[in-house]
């Protein structure tokens, strides 16, 4: 711990000194355990200039964490997001959660960014602005074999070519970005509320054009995270259409996807194999472990098992 908090605070030191080069030799290539799951639900943005924000990766309740390089961070913090990003991942060389990266517009550095993050194996890359599917094969061919591609539909043109990017098995997950794509269409942003036609069309045919070709759909982020009322309602008119997953920018817009989208019939299996796991341990002295399916088990999580099942 004191040496992980050493690290930390030469990161910190390097970042506020505006020290690039420090910051570059704190990043070593390095091999991750790939986290191949695809059954999140929270997607949890995180700027990856941030770096207190970074360091709680481990403890959010986020099931897929999207370490953010492009909206939200300016142009002259755009080299610091990378290279904290790379360190943080090899950091965490192996996580419970999907580590995502969003990198810039492939225009506008994506394509020089995937080339660096590949020594530091991202659980997947996700592209924003995508128009076609020969982009997505050039991004396939530069990007190292063992990470997938999610792709943002943002634009006209992607939303157009929407049935024929999934060109690979790799492209495993679209974004639907509902505000970049009203103004690409010159669509007024009016327009994006819970009774809109619309919208509703625009929902619906997302996700089973998502669905038909394999591929994981996750809903729009709502950038009015203080409205829970509303991001309820949203969430309640998703889970009836088929969705299971949703973009976030809150620890509380996480919070209620993750109890909205729960599969209850999975936790209750999940909980019964913790309960089972825990008992036989328990019986050799062991009440704390490492379980390779279901992470880190204790007697809390053993209760908190319990507790599900009573």
Not at 41 to 70: G, P, Q, R, Y
Request: aromatic share 8%; charged share 30%; glycine share 4%.
């Amino acid at each position: 711990m004191i040496k992980r908090k050493i690290v930390i605070d030469r990161i910190i030191e390097a970042y506020e000194n505006r020290d690039l080069e420090t910051l570059d030799q704190l990043a070593i290539p390095t091999f991750r355990e790939i986290n191949k799951k695809n059954s999140f639900k929270s997607v949890l943005m995180l700027s990856s200039n941030n770096i207190k924000h970074l360091s709680k990766i481990e403890s959010l309740d986020a099931d897929c964490i999207m370490l953010n390089l492009e909206d939200g961070v300016s142009k002259q913090e755009k080299p610091f997001a990378l290279v904290l990003c790379a360190i943080f991942l090899t950091r965490l060389k192996k996580c419970d959660k999907k580590l995502v990266v969003r990198v810039n517009a492939l225009d506008e550095g994506g394509y020089e960014e995937i080339t660096y993050l590949n020594q530091f194996m991202p659980d997947a890359i996700r592209i924003p602005k995508i128009r076609n599917k020969e982009e997505v094969i050039s991004v396939l061919a530069l990007l190292n074999d063992e990470i997938d591609l999610h792709l943002s539909i943002e634009t006209a043109d992607a939303w157009h070519n929407l049935s024929t990017l999934a060109v690979n098995p790799r492209v495993s997950t679209f974004y639907l970005g509902v505000l970049d794509l009203f103004a690409d269409m010159k669509l007024s942003q009016a327009l994006i509320n819970i009774e809109n036609p619309t919208l509703i069309y625009i929902l619906s045919h997302f996700l089973i054009t998502s669905k038909a070709m394999g591929v994981k759909p996750v809903s729009f982020v709502f950038q009015e995270f203080k409205d829970e009322d509303r991001f309820t309602k949203w969430l309640e008119l998703e889970r009836s259409m088929g969705y299971d997953a949703k973009g976030c920018i809150s620890p509380n817009q996480v919070k209620l996807v993750n109890a909205m989208f729960i599969d209850k019939e999975a936790e209750i299996q999940r909980a019964k194999v913790i309960i089972k796991l825990f008992e036989i341990h328990r019986d050799e002295g062991i009440t704390g472990f490492v379980d390779k399916e279901y992470g880190f088990i204790d007697e809390p999580i053993y209760k908190g098992a319990l507790a599900l099942l009573t």
